[in-house]
């Protein structure tokens, strides 16, 4: 399913970012480095140009994709014994009913106060999209911060090559500033997209979103307090982790489709008491 998009200022500065980088790691350092109509620098060419087209295609396809909408008529089956979880209420022990919607949610679903709307298994707000992060579009959100990471180290290894050639001949005034502001941009967008792949990565085998294990953090607390275990209820194991959010063909891994239809949705056999956060 897809949605409108409205101009975000975030997003204007996305798209700058991957501009301004593709052309300087091209026209620049790849130019500098190895000379574009040299066999090794078409090839080097050629590689950035795919990582750089698969940043584009997945960053508008997770834009664009509506992460979820809970159905209006889905209504909890508390007697249903295919769907053993409902998740319910820390205060009062309701089922999960959003006010502001007017409706119940499913398991795992929250109300964005941005979005103004419940969002199926939301993992958060991603200005930089302009959307939610969720079920429909989690995979392609995934997917494009692998491309991001990959494109911004290859073009920093490239960047760090041509200075080591500039540094032996005579540099324009006007490369020594390119060279400047790449590695200004580069360096800090290498160690945060890194750090943010790496932190997906534990919530995929873990098949937590970025709610749930904040919200894991106070019930494991409590747990403990009481002297029980906590064990995240939707974890089925690393594979089948990978599985339900990526898909269960491996070699569609790297692409940005929408991935497995169950994406993380499926349920074990255990009664769920959710904490009822600030998301709703």
């Keep these: 399913m897809t949605r409108g ?18 052309l300087s790691t091209v026209f620049v350092f790849i130019d500098r480095w190895f000379g574009l109509g040299s066999s090794p620098g078409m090839l080097h060419t050629v590689v950035f140009t795919f990582l750089a087209v698969m940043c584009i295609s997945s960053y508008r396809l997770a ?19 295919t769907n053993p979880i409902h998740e319910i209420k820390r205060k009062g022990g309701d089922l999960r009913y959003c006010q502001k919607c007017s409706h119940y949610k499913p ?9 103004n709307r419940c969002v199926l298994r939301m993992d958060h707000h991603c200005v930089w999209m302009n959307n939610c992060v969720g079920h429909a579009n989690y995979k392609i959100f995934f997917v494009f911060v692998v491309y991001a990471v990959t494109a911004c180290i290859y073009s920093l290894v490239l960047l760090v090559g041509s200075i080591t050639v500039d540094s032996q001949n005579d540099v324009d005034d006007s490369d020594r500033i390119i060279h ?19 932190w997906h990565i534990y919530l995929i085998v873990q098949n937590k979103t970025t709610i749930e294990y904040h919200e894991g953090v106070r019930a494991m607390w409590l747990a403990e ?56």
């Design 5 to 22: 998009c409205k101009f975000s200022f975030h997003v204007a500065i996305v798209i700058a970012a991957i501009t301004y980088i593709y």
């Design 63 to 81: 834009i664009y994709t509506d992460p979820g909408r809970v159905p209006a008529s889905f209504v909890p089956d508390i007697e249903d014994s």
């Design 107 to 115: 398991p795992r679903a929250h109300h964005c106060r941005i979005c």
């Design 180 to 198: 400047v502001i790449s590695g200004l941009l580069l360096v800090p967008l290498c160690l945060a997209l890194g750090f943010f792949l790496g």
């Design 225 to 280: 307090k009481g002297g029980q275990l906590y064990s995240h209820p939707y974890d089925i194991g690393v594979y089948e982790n990978l599985t339900a959010i990526l898909g269960p063909r491996i070699l569609c891994w790297p692409f940005p489709t929408t991935g497995h239809v169950g994406s993380g949705l499926r349920f074990p056999t255990t009664l769920l008491h959710s904490a009822h956060g600030g998301r709703g």
